[in-house]
């Protein structure tokens, strides 16, 4: 994998739009950027932090949902549940429809992730992602040692950068294990599918690497954890979401023709299967202005 493919494929994702919560980011390093895209934060905002402290604790308003998006991703979860000041390591396979997530203030919750770029879990892995799609699993099963290896030090640590700090020198050492690892193949395949925003076919992907289309399914089952029709959709559901953060104002017609869509109906289709809902929601919870439905 190659740290360039960042400048590429910037996964998004809807957290941190609730005041009950907020979510943070943190990138690795650039010997890690081929495999990780960041470490994240979501953690309850206490009364004092608040800066609207006329808004109740729990509301949720309908135009700011959190919610959790395909990305192409793989993620590693560590849940503290800080009432009862218990934990838990779950790895999350690719998923290719969304959920909202629901908080409730008398249980808070801290999660701090890795979310790993496309590939990258596999890279370090080696074990078939197609199989942990669309679920989540103890860490132990998928990564056995890890959770008494580094589980204890990241929830007693109460730093979020001390806590990335020491996800990153255990994937570092992971990582210099797996250099025999050829990864060229995908690492083109997903090259391919950057550059073009998911506007790409199965065909079109095997005809620029000479190979087949069953060997490239092969491939993307293994490394990515779905088919390379499928991914390609999430990078370009994941395109128009870009669009809907950085915009103020969406002509729906044009983005459903810029992102390689026969009309603005067969977006919406196509957008509400992997939002759990329509362009227009998507703007309103994001807080753009927007004439989406003007012709």
Not at 229 to 242: N, P, W
Request: proline fraction near 5%; charged fraction near 20%; charge should be neutral.
């Amino acid at each position: 994998m190659h740290v360039q493919m960042h400048s590429l494929f910037r996964p998004k994702q809807a957290s941190g739009r609730v005041a009950a919560y907020k979510y943070t980011e943190i990138s690795p390093s650039q010997l890690l950027a081929p495999y990780v895209s960041c470490y994240w934060l979501t953690e309850p905002v206490m009364e004092n932090q608040r800066q609207d402290a006329s808004q109740p604790f729990n509301v949720i308003r309908e135009e700011t949902v959190d919610r959790v998006l395909p990305d192409g991703c793989n993620d590693i979860l560590f849940v503290h549940d800080l009432k009862r000041n218990t934990f838990r390591i779950v790895f999350c396979g690719f998923f290719d429809s969304s959920f909202t997530i629901t908080y409730d203030k008398n249980f808070p919750v801290r999660k701090f992730g890795v979310r790993f770029f496309p590939g990258g879990a596999h890279f370090l892995l080696g074990m078939p992602l197609h199989e942990l799609a669309n679920s989540h699993f103890d860490i132990d099963l998928v990564w056995p040692g890890f959770a008494s290896e580094i589980g204890y030090r990241i929830f007693e640590e109460p730093s979020f950068e001390n806590k990335a700090q020491i996800m990153e020198q255990y994937l570092l050492s992971s990582v210099r294990t797996k250099n025999n690892i050829n990864d060229s193949l995908i690492n083109n395949l997903l090259y391919h599918i950057f550059v073009a925003k998911g506007k790409t076919s199965v065909k079109e992907l095997a005809d620029k690497e000479v190979i087949s289309a069953r060997h490239m399914n092969r491939i993307f089952y293994q490394w990515i954890g779905t088919s390379p029709k499928r991914f390609c959709d999430v990078v370009r559901f994941q395109a128009i979401i870009d669009c809907i953060q950085s915009s103020r104002r969406i002509d729906g017609v044009s983005l459903a023709l810029d992102h390689g869509y026969f009309d603005q109906a067969h977006m919406i289709r196509d957008f509400k299967r992997f939002y759990g809902d329509s362009p227009l929601a998507a703007l309103r919870e994001f807080g753009s202005m927007s004439d989406f439905y003007n012709p």
